[in-house]
């Protein structure tokens, strides 16, 4: 049943979520199903955020389509079948199944609010006191609303830095899904994991991809063995890497008919003639307009007006809040892309539901419910893909000491590429390392480079989430013939300190532990 309010206060709602992503949707729907009354306030007509909108769900949809073209392209006439290189794209029709797919999800989360009692209601959404926030339609129409706690999820988005003509001649990651058709010359702006992404995608599907990054390699965050192996793999596959640039100086039209680009980078190199030049240099929380005092990079957006409940934001302006999704304000919350922490849907997700349990449920046991942040599992869906979770390699050595590690670790190619006509060098390869800390080799890091590795991290996610060690992996039976097989199999088999993190303990053949009847 829903928390009581006040008995001084009477609101029109017990809660508010500002956000109608991932995570405000999820914490929203979780709440009414404890009884609560809930109004979601998005500022869009689609609901869905940027995963559903502009992320996770379409590039995965154009990452499916860019792995075909590979199989296409690269793969099939290694098998006996021919014909591949002729298969010709239809970008157009490409776009409108993959945005007709998105519009179905729009209304399945419209439908899903209605089901589950959630008013849904769409505007610019600002704060007028702690307890109260302004609502302003399409049509300039403002209403205001009540409740006793408010939860701010409001994501985040692109950023573009600084530079003469980047904002006027450069489209963000979001931008992307916008494309009418495949550019021939794509410059794309970025070291992380949607710069890598987008680049993947477009160089499969047949654009000339030239890819900048700041410093040395993409994704310098990742493990060492998975950073450089992407980078070896991205070469083979003929993007064009800019290293050390210290980024984008100056886009200017290098010719108006055709709009076509040149890019000058801080090094003094330039990439002469591209036909769209996509910034994924970053992220900013949807706090920017959200406090009409405070010094933002880019224009305010959402007039959210933190000032008037005191709400605190860091100096990159993400939402202060604590391990309970608290902020400094009593009765308002924070959670997902905009407070910073580990910016992945499902986080999102996990972190809304247990903040409506906590609030809303009543049972004692969620009185101190919260989501962990520890060995959240993640995948980046490059070509190949990457799977991890956990410390990387540095990190652990930074923790633990080194002579408090050990890592294991496997590079192979997969047995996909057996038969093809290539020398060995020239075949992808898979890279895995699995890292141990202490004397009974807890895992507390499994890293991924490779096809296959978006479908078997969560369950190895699983096992680190229990505090498995090396021995558990080597408990588990190998799956033949699989690429997965390799992380139960890591040097010695069977030969790990005989430690197992397990409640009931699976090594030296036990019995698995029955199940809890009554």
Known sequence: MAANNSPSHSY???????????????????????????????????????????????????????????????????????GGKEAKLDFAKLKKVRDGYVKRLNKIYANGFEKAGVRGIHGECSFVDAHTVRVTDESGKETRHTAGKIVIATGGRPHFPPGEGIEEHCISSDGFFDMEELPKVAVVVGAGYIAVELAG?????????????????????????????????????????????????????????TEKKNVTLHSGDVIYGADVVIVAAGRVPNTQGLCTECDWITPN????????????????????????????????????????????????????????????????????????????PTVVFSHPTIGTCG?????AIEKYGKENIRVYT????NLYYGIFDLEPVD?????????????????????????????????FGVAMKMGCTKADLDSCVAIHPTAAEELVTMGVWGTSPQSSGAKVSPLSGAAPGEPRLS
């Open 410 to 413: 496997s590079k192979f190619s």
């Open 12 to 82: 029109d709602y017990d809660l508010i979520t500002i956000g109608g992503g991932s995570g405000g949707i999820a914490c929203a729907k979780r709440a009414a199903s404890h009884g609560a009354t809930v109004l979601n306030v998005e500022r869009s007509m689609r609901l869905g955020g940027t995963c559903v909108n502009v992320g996770c769900v379409p590039k995965k949809v154009m990452w499916s389509a860019a792995h075909i073209a590979d199989t296409l392209k690269h793969d099939m006439h290694h098998y006996g079948f021919e």
């Open 391 to 395: 410390m990387t390699e540095p990190h």
């Open 427 to 459: 075949k992808p390869k898979t890279h895995m390392k699995v890292i141990c800390a202490g004397l009974d080799e807890k895992v507390v890091g499994i890293h991924v480079l490779g096809m296959g590795a978006d479908e078997m991290m969560q369950g």
């Open 201 to 257: 995608v477009l160089n499969s599907l047949g654009t000339e991809v030239h890819l900048v990054v700041r410093k040395g390699r993409a994704l310098r965050d990742f493990d060492p063995t998975i950073s450089k192996g992407l980078d070896v793999e991205m070469i083979k596959a003929g993007i064009l890497i800019h290293r050390h640039t210290n980024g984008v100086a100056k886009v200017s039209l290098a010719d108006e008919q």
């Open 301 to 376: 957006t959402e007039n959210l007006r933190l000032e008037s409940c005191g709400v605190e934001v860091t100096p990159r302006k993400y939402v202060v809040v604590d391990e309970y999704q608290n902020t400094n304000v009593k009765n308002i919350f924070a959670l997902g892309d905009v407070t910073g922490r580990v910016e992945l849907t499902p986080m999102a997700i996990a972190a809304g539901r247990r903040l409506a349990d906590r609030l809303f449920s009543g049972k004692p046991e969620d009185k101190i419910a919260k989501v962990s942040y520890d060995f959240v």
